[in-house]
């Protein structure tokens, strides 16, 4: 079974081709990924607009060097899976379009998938790990802990009262007068930061719901950071490693009480993964590395290369639900809002 995947759903646009393999994962042919960082950095974050022009600008080539670099043409393929949100909406119509009408002229399965969800089940296509898993799901738009008990079957053990982890890194960057995306900019100028030396709060440290709040930390830092101006580059790698410091402890603590509540909702978890853009960050890994050994548990997170936006994961979601008979027609919606997971009875 070979599935085309299409990403368009923020400033990423990406085609793939994903057939899975025989030891449960999945084998990537082909992972076109094209990012506009350069269209939108000098905003300082995505731009709507040009995010969409720029997708319709490229998707066609982009799907035809898939196909190419998988070394098949259209006909050969089984199925095509989108990201039919949730996201920018303009972008997500471009995708969902484009896949539409390749399903129609070549006659195929169109599979409509959870941008969100295909990050979630990415720990499969990489390492083939059963269900069911705790996922720490931290992008730019979105921060949960999900017990992922099957495919369609997510429960939502917490997530975030304000901003998202990723979106935090990136208005951390923008105040420190650091690049977009922030994420990997903060991490670079922590690596030579003393992450002691400014007393950064732990919001939601040991509240029982495992839930996250970034507003407080962010408001702290920018109080620092206000104090001190202007700054020298010792100032911003404090700050940033002070950030960065305060983000895992919350993150490990946060984790902590997920894997608690983990046994009553779906029993014993296979492994504890991480997904999404942050999942790329090496001081959150290495801390959950750590916490998943000291729990007996196995830390599954992508490789670097698909913790970001990659057709490869949409590929891989639409394999997942095309082998369940989970088939989508041509009047399927385009989502700027879709959330994936059930809130968890107590959450
Ligand atoms: O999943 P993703 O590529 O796009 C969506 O938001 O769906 O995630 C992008 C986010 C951005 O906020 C970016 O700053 C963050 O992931 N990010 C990181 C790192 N690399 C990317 N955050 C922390 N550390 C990183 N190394
Ligand atoms: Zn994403």
Redesign the pocket.
Known sequence: MNVLGIET??D?TAASVVMPGEDGRGRILSNEVLSQIAEHAAYGGVVPEIAARAHVEVLDRLVARALDRAGMSLSQVDGIAVAAGPGLIGGVLIGLVTAKTLSLVARKPLVAVN?LEA?ALTARLTDGIGFPYLLLLA????TQLVAVKGVGDYVRLGTTVDDA???A??KVAKLLGLGY????E??RMAETGNPERFALPRPMLGRREPNFSLSGLKTALRIEAERLAPLSSADVADLCAGFQAAVVDVVVDRVRVALREFGSIAGHPTALVAA???A???AIRRALTTQANEAGLAFVAPPLSL???NGAMIAWAGIERLRLGLVDDLTAPARARWPFAEAAASA
């Open positions: 759903t923020c990423e941008h990050h992008s730019g738009g979105h982890i990723g979106e890194f990136d995306p922030g994420g990997p903060v991490e999404g853009g942050v790329a960050n090496g913790c970001g936006d």
